[in-house]
């Protein structure tokens, strides 16, 4: 029931902008964060943002701090807007949600997750 979906992916050359999207449904948090997550080839998946659901307080990976920013509309839709882009930024991006109502940035920490979506920044 419950459902994360990404879009919003796709080609872009170095220095320029994307943005990506995700929407949850089948669930309701009271508390709890949406966060994004990022997974190049042959590497672990690394936390690059979140966003917590009442307050909106957001944290940022050091590698995309200043360059990314996480928003959401009130209605678990979240949105990662990615400006600067370098080729390492080159990634499956996934989309997770988690009842916690702290600052998780493991991906054990998190329940649900999207299917991801392809972000490849060309040199």
């Known amino acids: 029931q419950v459902q994360l979906v990404e879009s919003g992916g796709g080609l872009v050359q170095a220095g320029g902008s994307l943005r990506v999207s995700c929407e949850l449904s089948?669930?309701?948090?009271?508390?709890?964060?949406m966060g994004w997550f990022r997974q190049a080839a042959g590497k672990e998946r690394e936390f690059v943002a979140l966003?917590?659901?009442?307050?909106?307080?957001t944290w940022y990976a050091e590698s995309v701090l200043g360059r990314f920013s996480i928003s959401d509309n009130g209605k678990n839709t979240v949105l990662l807007q990615m400006n600067r882009l370098k080729p390492e930024d080159t990634a499956v991006y996934y989309c997770?949600?988690?009842?916690?109502?702290?600052?998780?940035?493991?991906?054990?920490?998190?329940?649900?997750w999207g299917q991801g979506t392809q972000v490849t920044v060309s040199s």
């Open positions: 966003i917590m659901l009442s307050g909106r307080s």
């Open positions: 997770a949600a988690t009842a916690k109502g702290n600052m998780p940035v493991r991906v054990e920490d998190y329940d649900y």
């Open positions: 089948g669930v309701t948090f009271s508390t709890g964060v």
